[in-house]
């Protein structure tokens, strides 16, 4: 059975810092990307990470988010620097294929809410 464990979240004030874990169990598929979604939007892909030199960024967090990756324990890690309140939202882990594609059904999410 598959199973995506995310966490980290939290409350933090306006320009803190949080760092997100992501860790899948019952897959093969290596996790490598962070989705977001806010109340009232549709969910948007925030980074993935294809190799230690091939990382992707919405232009809203670059220069502020940082993706990364365990293989060996097949977790992923966003690390979020100067937080915004428009940084709120629940984030999301998964595999996500060349194409665009994700490959393993959503998991819980771990809230981030970012206060002013």
């Known amino acids: 059975q598959v199973q995506l464990v995310e966490s980290g979240g939290g409350l933090v004030q306006a320009g803190g810092s949080l760092r997100l874990s992501c860790a899948a169990s019952?897959?093969?598929?290596?996790?490598n990307a962070w989705y977001r979604q806010a109340p009232g939007k549709q969910r948007e892909l925030v980074a993935s990470?294809?190799?230690?030199?091939?990382?992707n960024y919405v232009d809203s967090v670059k220069g502020r988010f940082t993706i990364s990756r365990d293989n060996a324990k097949n977790t992923v890690y966003l690390q979020m620097n100067r937080l915004q309140p428009e940084d709120t939202a629940v984030y999301y882990c998964?595999?996500?294929?060349?194409?665009?594609?994700?490959?393993?059904?959503w998991g819980q999410g771990t809230q981030v809410t970012v206060s002013t």
């Open positions: 998964n595999a996500l294929s060349s194409s665009g594609a994700t490959r393993i059904p």
């Open positions: 019952g897959t093969v598929f290596r996790l």
């Open positions: 990470i294809f190799s230690v030199s091939s990382t």
